[in-house]
Nanobody, 121 residues
């Protein structure tokens, strides 16, 4: 089975930085697209950033220029560098990975448990 574990969340002041990480483990053949999502209380879960296996990235406009997504395929890990944090970034952040279980498998989505990011004003 596949498991994704996020880490790196915490409480920071506005303008500071955090780096989130999400490591996938299990019987993984390879991972296609990986992404970060966030969900604040009373809000829908929204996409923050994605990165393909080729390194192509996509960001929500609200984080563009401040956040950077990256991946380390040797570690099956995706990162989210969060700079210039704002109070509105406060949310639970979740990672998602499209995991290929075998050759010719298109990839199934797996989610992490989430990590809390709180930005004080």
């Amino acid at each position: 089975q596949v498991q994704l574990v996020e880490s790196g969340g915490g409480l920071v002041q506005a303008g500071r930085s955090l780096r989130l990480s999400c490591a996938a483990s299990g019987r993984i053949f390879s991972i296609n697209t990986m992404g970060w999502y966030r969900q604040a209380p009373g809000k829908q879960r929204e996409l923050v950033a994605t990165i393909t296996k080729f390194g192509s990235t996509n960001y929500d406009d609200s984080v563009k220029g401040r956040f950077t997504i990256s991946r380390d395929d040797a570690k099956n890990t995706v990162y989210l560098q969060m700079n210039s944090l704002k109070p509105e970034d406060t949310s639970v952040y979740y990672c998602k990975a499209a995991v290929r279980l075998r050759i010719a498998h298109p990839g199934d989505d797996y989610w992490g448990q989430g990590t809390q990011v709180t930005v004080s004003s």
